[in-house]
């Protein structure tokens, strides 16, 4: 996320990245056995190539990740998605959702672990409260790296 709160930019996550973001971002996805977005992340983002299956919650199937043969569209709410994921793929799901899907998980208490990076991007879109997002949190860890802040927390 933005220094503002803001999740996208031009219509993507990617204007919103730095480049130690990205390559922490695409480092840390190989560690998880599925992968889960929303539809609207589906056909904003650039998801042609996963390191493993990536599950799309979305009411309407779309063909922009044609391309992609880990791919698989479910028509599930986010409950039921992540217990089918679990199963299918195994335990360690990580969730790349956007702010309206994050809520969803976040809300219904299906989140462990948040790991959120904050650059210092400003003016973007689709924003986040961040003390909203770790409400039901403790930070564990909260450091800068180069311009870049992790923070993790874990599920009280």
């Known amino acids: 996320m933005g220094q503002d709160g803001c999740t996208s930019k031009n ?16 480092k840390r ?10 539809g609207n992340t589906a056909r904003s983002e ?8 990536l599950v799309v919650i979305s009411r309407h199937k779309s063909n922009v990740l044609i391309t992609n043969p880990n791919a698989f569209w479910w028509n599930l709410d986010p409950k039921d998605a992540l217990a089918k994921a679990k ?14 899907l994050l809520q969803e998980f976040l809300k219904d208490g299906l989140v462990d672990q948040l790991e ?34 992790f923070v993790i927390a874990k599920k009280r």
Do not use: Q, W
């Open 116 to 149: 959120i990076s904050i650059t210092p991007v400003i003016g973007g879109d689709h924003l986040i409260d961040l003390n909203d997002a770790l409400r039901g949190f403790e930070i564990t860890e909260d450091r800068k790296v180069d311009d870049t802040r």
């Open 87 to 100: 199963r299918e793929f195994g335990p360690d799901v990580l969730i790349e959702a956007g702010p309206a």
């Open 29 to 38: 996805r190989r560690e998880f056995d599925v992968i889960i977005i929303g």
């Open 11 to 26: 219509g993507s996550s990617a204007e919103v990245s730095t480049n130690t973001d990205r390559e922490r971002f695409l």
């Open 46 to 53: 650039r998801y042609a190539i996963t390191p493993c299956p």
